[in-house]
């Protein structure tokens, strides 16, 4: 029982401790003197000057991330059991904290697509955002690759109002069209150049039923993008992984399985991608060129 208790305090301190992070980078609507308290804790970890030193457009978007994780966990607490149990505010700062993704993709993976930076740059690009929700990702891919149209999917109906609004108030709003379809049940062939496939927030059954359906939905020469969990640390990061992706309702794919589940649909040129700390991990394969 004293171990228990030790836990419990050392993780209330970190929950609090990212609390106040979350309110230092982003403190426009909350109380002054809770603010500085927050700063406070910041100052008391060390971290007072890397606060002042982040560039003001970075705090938003990290606010965004720390945010999500306790807006998520909270809705566990308080006994929601699946991903639509989220209240609206997580969502958006799910997708806000996706959307960061963006800036890595076009420095750091775009480059190992062969041929997709060429076809982003063309008109008549094309990319498939599967399980958009708030389309917050595929705005921000959008905004970055101004040739580019982004078909975001998805299943539930309160994320996709979510993610209406969040386009019609966009300036891309002429290139983001968004659809309630069961990617399962896709239908469209030679359609896109890239794929976005999150396994964490797609079950299973759904998972292996639209792989072969995407794999159609490319153009040759194309690329499917899958985003999953990272299996490769310690016992307790590994469950923690397992745990977000239940939680996520979704699919705990590690790389092995990513490789052989584009490979078996008949993909080549599929590998694995690095991706910094805190990003999904990242699996890639290529239709065939005709």
């Known amino acids: ?18 609390a106040a992070l979350t309110l ?18 910041l100052d008391a970890l060390g971290l007072s000057d890397a606060l002042h030193a982040a560039p003001p457009d970075a705090r938003g978007a990290f606010a965004s991330q720390t945010s999500a994780g306790l807006l998520q966990t909270a809705a566990i607490v308080r006994g929601g059991s699946t991903w639509t149990d989220q209240s609206d505010e997580a969502l958006i700062a799910q997708g806000r ?7 890595m993709f076009a420095q750091f993976v775009l ?19 599967v399980g958009t929700g708030t389309a917050a990702l595929a705005i921000a891919y ?33 290139r983001v069209v968004l659809r309630h379809e069961d990617v399962g049940e896709l239908t469209e062939t030679d359609a896109y150049d890239l794929v976005w496939l999150p396994a964490p927030f797609v079950p299973e059954p759904a998972l292996h039923a639209a792989v072969p359906r995407l794999v159609a939905a490319l153009r040759p020469g194309g690329w499917i993008m899958v985003g999953h969990g990272r299996f ?22 590690d790389a092995a399985a990513a490789q052989q589940l584009l490979t078996t ?13 805190g990003a999904p991990a990242l699996t890639v394969g290529r239709r065939p060129a005709r």
Request: glycine share 10%; net charge negative; charged share 20%.
């Open 142 to 174: 959008a905004q970055a690759f101004p040739q580019l149209e982004v078909v975001g999917v998805d299943v539930w109906p309160r994320v996709l109002a979510l993610a209406g609004a969040s386009v019609a108030a966009s300036d891309v709003r002429d």
């Open 232 to 253: 490769a640390g310690d016992a307790v990061e590994n469950a923690v992984n397992v745990f977000k992706t239940v939680a996520f309702g979704g699919t705990p794919l």
């Open 111 to 129: 480059p190992a697509l062969g041929g997709l930076a060429e076809r982003f740059g063309a008109p008549g690009a094309r990319m498939l955002d």
């Open 24 to 41: 230092a980078l982003n403190p426009i609507d909350h109380d002054e003197q809770l603010t500085r308290a927050a700063a406070g804790v």
């Open 1 to 18: 029982m004293d171990d228990l208790r030790a836990a419990a305090h050392e993780w209330d301190r970190h929950a609090w401790s990212l």
């Open 97 to 103: 904290a996706s959307a960061q993704g963006v800036p």
């Open 265 to 277: 649909a008949g993909l080549v040129d599929v590998q694995g991608l690095p991706t910094p700390p």
